[in-house]
């Protein structure tokens, strides 16, 4: 029975990379639908758009893509909260925070605050 026992360990411990490697599957299948979605509604617009056309870009069938995402609605929330991410992402890498460009309107706002301070000027002269 002592053996037995540790066998079934063993097989267990064997299954969870196995798991592991299926979620990251997962995680990558849901990201290249995502992406071939953005393409989708970018090129047709929601209206225009159709699961099954983001399917054939992927070479996939459509009941896996309605399997992550079970509408086009919450498909389309999904891609838009995607992409979204990917310009943060970009837009924190290209632009730290504390540097000028990390908020886009703060030299914008610096002239204009030098201008509003000798427009003042002017008018107490």
Known sequence: MLIESQ??????????????????????????????AIA???ERGFEGASIRAIADRLGLQHPLITYHYR?????WRAAAQ???????TE???SAPEGSDLWCP???IRRRNMRVDRAQARQRLH
């Open 7 to 36: 066998m079934a360990k063993k097989a267990v411990r064997r299954e969870r990379p196995r798991k592991r490697a299926e979620q990251q599957r997962s995680i990558e299948t849901r990201a290249s639908i995502l992406n071939a």
């Open 40 to 42: 989708e509604f970018a």
């Open 91 to 93: 837009w924190d890498i």
């Open 82 to 88: 995607h992409a979204f991410a990917q310009i943060r």
């Open 71 to 75: 509408s086009k609605d919450i498909l």
């Open 105 to 107: 309107g703060s030299e």
